[in-house]
């Protein structure tokens, strides 16, 4: 499903096996974690790097470790071995005979951004395992630096067509890691974006295999999120909502997709009985909409809206979805995924 990255020191490591334990019951399998921390003593980085390594043999994760030849004349292979990493994500100044013969006894990760024919053509002929290589892109941690949708997504696609699997960062909406607390996308439209909503684009659109959180927690909502989809389910925020017995239901939209709005399939199949007339007013991006009496055969018509609608007397307007849910809208408009709802408490986001 997915992959969490965490600090060897940016807390404590008791807090980061709970999370990783809580985490790990909705399908994140990945772990990552830094070896290029330059203020600390290299030697001090082993001890919870070897508790977090014992936690992923435990649980049947794989944990990824970022080097450089500068951590290769800190820390050995075999003391690497010893505290339980499984991959290496290789950063810059590495020679390609290096990647090609540590691909035999590692999966490693490359850089995917920076990928190309020719670099791939040399790690072949120098023998590299393919089967163990991976392309994850990096994150950014500086504001205006993360990439561009177009370009990532082209990249990506190429990527799979030579049998690599790709990774790629959203940030996280709980704790942040220093020392900028911007968030760690790969992604710079994804920077101030909700968590889920960027897991989600990223898979259904990115041609993106593993998304990895990259900071330190995720926030109670999204948590919420994530669970939910753990159980194939997409869940939307709303607000200001009126009494209705769609809350309760699981949706899709329709087979057949609308420009404007997302149909729900089962809404009006399922009710029986009266809608009266009640707050039919103008129809914002995100309004959630029931039919009334007045539109006889399609009373009970469940609707969010995706483009701005005006008024209409035949239609009520029940609520809202939470504006941090919007961008979930056109992915469950084109990728029929089942969609839920929740009250969402905005004070205490």
């Known amino acids: 499903m997915g992959g969490v990255l965490v600090s060897l020191t940016e807390q404590s490591i008791d807090r980061t096996l709970e999370y990783l334990a809580f985490m790990r019951q909705y399908g994140f399998d990945t772990i990552f974690t830094s070896l290029q921390i330059p203020e600390e003593e290299p030697a001090d980085l082993l001890e919870p790097l070897g508790r977090i390594g014992g936690f992923a043999g435990e649980h049947g994760m794989e944990l990824m470790v970022d080097v450089s030849p500068r951590a290769f004349r800190n820390f050995t292979l075999g003391q690497l071995k010893d505290r339980g990493v499984t991959g290496l994500r290789i950063d810059n100044g590495m020679e390609n005979a290096e990647i090609a ?10 850089n995917a951004s920076t990928i190309d024919q020719a670099f791939l053509d ?3 002929k120098l023998g590299a395992d393919f089967s163990a290589l991976e392309a994850w892109h990096n994150y950014y941690p500086r504001p205006e630096t993360g990439l561009e949708w177009n370009t990532f997504k082209a ?3 190429w990527l799979r067509a030579q ?7 959203i940030p996280g909406d709980g704790r942040r890691r220093g020392p900028l607390y911007e968030g760690l996308p790969t992604l710079e439209q994804h920077r101030h974006q909700s968590p889920f909503a960027s897991y ?3 898979h259904a659109e990115g041609a993106v295999d593993l998304v ?3 900071d330190l927690s995720l926030g109670e909502w999204t948590m ?3 669970i939910s989809w753990h ?3 997409v869940l939307l925020g709303i607000r200001e909502q009126r009494p209705s017995h769609v809350w309760e239901e699981v949706h899709h939209n329709r087979p057949d997709i609308a420009r404007d709005v997302i149909r729900s399939e089962e809404a009006r199949r399922h009710f029986r009985g009266s809608i009266p007339p009640d707050h039919c007013v103008e129809r914002p991006r995100g309004a959630l909409t029931l039919d009334n009496d007045n539109y006889m055969r399609y009373k009970g018509e469940f609707q969010i809206v995706v483009n701005p609608l005006p008024s209409d007397e035949r239609v009520n307007v029940i609520g809202y979805v939470a504006q941090e849910d919007l961008p979930l809208l056109p992915l469950l408009q084109k990728w029929r995924y089942p969609f839920r709802f929740l009250a969402r408490d905005q004070d205490r986001e």
């Open 200 to 202: 989600l684009e990223l």
């Open 224 to 226: 919420k999120q994530f």
């Open 155 to 157: 990249q990506n696609e």
């Open 163 to 169: 049998g690599l699997k790709v990774g790629a960062f």
């Open 212 to 214: 990895v959180i990259g």
């Open 231 to 233: 159980e194939g389910i």
């Open 101 to 110: 013969a540590l691909t035999h006894n590692w999966q490693v990760s490359l």
């Open 122 to 124: 040399d790690l072949g």
